[in-house]
């Protein structure tokens, strides 16, 4: 990790406080008089942005230190190279963690215990923000787990998703299947899979939204690839947008030679919210085929 942003911020007697990948400091717009630390600076980038006053910039062309940009690279590399080694020994689910003892919005206890469902008692060093929320680890082809993601318990609760670390890359999940299947059917979000696996649709995989796969398609698609899938059905939301992703993506998957079909949802329909007859009927549509 890089200390240029927090040692200029020393050097100029700035107090700040630590706050994920941000530094938080009191506005340095002169305009604005901060009561409190309303100024978020990247800790590796030098970017920073007040929420408050909108006033943005960079912190070393701030205070004029930036003669070139070749330090920064080599701080933004480091960064990476130390998201790689995350990424190669994977993440652990924090020792606190609970297993989710009840149904959620009606999916099984038993499903949720089989993708190792939890909660956190309360705050979180490690994954601030996670409080009062069901998570999940998401693990890639080798079982590690590379990410998390939380849903807010209440229905009005904000943001309704949470990912662990922000600024993961999210891969399709899950990545293998209990059973051998030469198809999969991909839904926009983690509980719309997580509905229709429930309700025996095993072969479904969660694209993490719309736009997700459509960046890095091909190496996102290998791990099914692998295991001998060569059709992928697209059962988006039944919005403009869950339909224009599935236009979208379609020709990009076909070009992996994968067959592809659109299953087309009727109007404001989503496959978190179907039903076990619904999704018994797409089943067998699926298997027909
Ligand atoms: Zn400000």
Known sequence: MSDYVANLLKEKSIYFNYQGNDLTVKCLNPDHDDSNPSMRIDKTTGAFHCFSCGFKGNIFRYFGVLTNQSFLK???????????KIDKEGLEIPPVA????????????????????????????????????????????????????????????????????????????????????????????????????????????????????????????????????????????????????????????EELEFTVEIIELEDDSDPGGMSQEYIDSIKEYINAK
């Open 74 to 84: 080599v701080a933004k590399l480091k960064e990476k190279i130390a998201q790689l």
């Open 98 to 253: 609970i297993p989710y003892p009840r149904t959620f919005r009606g999916i099984s206890v038993a499903t949720l215990k089989r993708f190792d469902a939890f909660y956190l008692p309360g705050e979180s060093k490690e994954m601030r923000g996670f409080e009062d929320r069901i998570i999940f680890p998401i693990r890639d082809i080798t079982g590690k787990i590379r990410s998390f993601q939380g849903r807010h318990t209440l229905s009005s609760g904000s943001p309704k998703y949470l990912n662990w670390p922000s600024n993961v890359s999210l891969l399709p999940y899950p990545c293998t299947f209990p059973a051998r299947h030469s198809s999969i059917v991909m839904v926009e979000g983690w509980f719309d899979a997580l509905n229709c696996i429930d309700k025996g649709l095993e072969n479904t995989v969660c694209t993490f939204g719309t736009n997700t796969l459509q960046k890095d398609t091909k190496s996102k698609l290998l791990p099914y690839k692998m295991q001998g899938i060569n059709k992928i059905f697209l059962m988006f939301d039944g919005d403009d947008a869950g339909r224009e992703a599935a236009k979208k993506l379609k020709p990009l998957i």
